[in-house]
Protein backbone atom coordinates (compact mmCIF):
# COMPACT_ATOMS: atom_id res chain seq x y z
CA UNK A 1 0.00 0.00 0.00
CA UNK A 2 1.31 3.41 -1.18
CA UNK A 3 -0.20 6.69 0.27
CA UNK A 4 0.30 10.13 -0.33
CA UNK A 5 -0.09 12.89 2.46
CA UNK A 6 -0.07 16.48 1.32
CA UNK A 7 0.33 20.06 3.36
CA UNK A 8 0.32 23.63 2.95
CA UNK A 9 -2.62 24.56 1.95
CA UNK A 10 -4.21 27.14 3.16
CA UNK A 11 -6.03 30.97 2.49
CA UNK A 12 -3.70 33.79 1.09
CA UNK A 13 -3.72 37.09 -0.65
CA UNK A 14 -3.60 37.57 -4.15
CA UNK A 15 0.39 37.80 -4.57
CA UNK A 16 1.47 36.05 -1.94
CA UNK A 17 3.47 32.83 -1.83
CA UNK A 18 2.59 28.94 -0.34
CA UNK A 19 4.48 25.79 -0.53
CA UNK A 20 2.72 22.23 -0.88
CA UNK A 21 4.46 19.40 -0.08
CA UNK A 22 3.73 15.51 -0.47
CA UNK A 23 5.36 12.61 1.01
CA UNK A 24 4.82 9.46 -0.25
CA UNK A 25 4.90 6.56 2.29
CA UNK A 26 5.07 2.75 1.80
CA UNK A 27 7.12 -0.30 0.41
CA UNK A 28 8.26 1.71 -2.73
CA UNK A 29 10.76 0.61 -5.29
CA UNK A 30 11.21 4.21 -6.88
CA UNK A 31 8.59 6.78 -8.23
CA UNK A 32 8.96 7.57 -11.93
CA UNK A 33 7.14 10.97 -11.85
CA UNK A 34 5.98 13.25 -8.93
CA UNK A 35 3.68 16.03 -9.52
CA UNK A 36 0.65 18.07 -8.88
CA UNK A 37 -2.81 18.79 -10.40
CA UNK A 38 -5.51 20.86 -9.42
CA UNK A 39 -8.79 21.23 -9.56
CA UNK A 40 -11.31 24.34 -9.20
CA UNK A 41 -15.11 24.52 -8.72
CA UNK A 42 -16.84 23.55 -11.80
CA UNK A 43 -13.59 22.82 -13.88
CA UNK A 44 -11.61 19.41 -14.49
CA UNK A 45 -8.68 18.47 -13.16
CA UNK A 46 -5.54 19.75 -14.49
CA UNK A 47 -2.19 18.98 -14.35
CA UNK A 48 0.20 22.44 -12.81
CA UNK A 49 3.96 20.89 -12.50
CA UNK A 50 5.40 17.37 -12.27
CA UNK A 51 9.03 16.04 -12.48
CA UNK A 52 10.28 13.41 -13.49
CA UNK A 53 13.13 10.78 -11.07
CA UNK A 54 15.84 12.30 -13.44
CA UNK A 55 15.04 16.12 -12.60
CA UNK A 56 12.96 16.70 -15.78
CA UNK A 57 10.18 19.70 -15.30
CA UNK A 58 6.73 19.94 -17.34
CA UNK A 59 4.53 23.12 -16.06
CA UNK A 60 1.06 23.90 -17.37
CA UNK A 61 1.55 27.43 -19.17
CA UNK A 62 -0.68 29.29 -15.82
CA UNK A 63 2.16 28.83 -13.91
CA UNK A 64 4.97 29.01 -15.80
CA UNK A 65 7.63 31.19 -14.06
CA UNK A 66 5.22 32.01 -10.78
CA UNK A 67 5.88 27.83 -9.06
CA UNK A 68 8.26 25.95 -8.68
CA UNK A 69 8.47 21.89 -8.50
CA UNK A 70 11.46 20.15 -6.63
CA UNK A 71 11.92 16.94 -5.26
CA UNK A 72 13.70 15.19 -2.62
CA UNK A 73 14.29 11.27 -4.04
CA UNK A 74 15.59 10.45 -0.76
CA UNK A 75 12.73 11.44 0.81
CA UNK A 76 10.16 10.39 -1.45
CA UNK A 77 8.64 13.93 -0.93
CA UNK A 78 7.60 16.70 -3.49
CA UNK A 79 7.19 20.27 -2.99
CA UNK A 80 5.37 22.51 -4.99
CA UNK A 81 6.54 26.72 -4.26
CA UNK A 82 3.73 28.92 -5.35
CA UNK A 83 4.55 33.07 -6.05
CA UNK A 84 2.71 35.67 -6.81
CA UNK A 85 -0.22 33.93 -6.41
CA UNK A 86 -3.60 34.78 -8.39
CA UNK A 87 -7.45 33.77 -7.63
CA UNK A 88 -7.69 31.67 -10.13
CA UNK A 89 -5.20 29.47 -8.65
CA UNK A 90 -7.77 29.04 -5.96
CA UNK A 91 -8.52 24.90 -6.11
CA UNK A 92 -8.02 22.08 -4.49
CA UNK A 93 -4.49 21.20 -5.39
CA UNK A 94 -3.50 16.87 -5.52
CA UNK A 95 -0.61 15.07 -5.69
CA UNK A 96 0.48 12.62 -8.00
CA UNK A 97 2.81 10.07 -8.35
CA UNK A 98 3.78 6.78 -10.54
CA UNK A 99 5.14 4.55 -8.14
CA UNK A 100 6.85 1.25 -8.87
CA UNK A 101 6.47 -1.29 -5.91
CA UNK A 102 8.47 -4.34 -4.96
CA UNK A 103 4.99 -6.20 -4.52
CA UNK A 104 2.36 -4.60 -6.51
CA UNK A 105 4.30 -3.70 -9.16
CA UNK A 106 3.97 -0.46 -10.96
CA UNK A 107 0.49 2.10 -9.84
CA UNK A 108 -0.37 5.68 -9.87
CA UNK A 109 -1.21 7.01 -6.83
CA UNK A 110 -3.15 10.42 -5.54
CA UNK A 111 -3.17 12.38 -2.44
CA UNK A 112 -6.75 13.23 -1.06
CA UNK A 113 -6.06 17.06 -1.93
CA UNK A 114 -5.19 19.90 -0.04
CA UNK A 115 -7.45 23.37 -0.14
CA UNK A 116 -5.28 26.39 -1.90
CA UNK A 117 -7.88 29.93 -1.67
CA UNK A 118 -6.17 33.08 -2.61
CA UNK A 119 -8.30 36.10 -1.72
CA UNK A 120 -8.68 38.70 -3.84
Known amino acids: QVQLVESGGGLVQAGGSLRLSCAASGIINSINVMGWYRQAPGKERELVAAMSIGGRTNYAASVKGRFTISRDNAKNTVYLQMNSLKPEDTAVYYC??????????????WGEGTLVTVSS
Open 96 to 109: NAEVSTWIAGDMIV
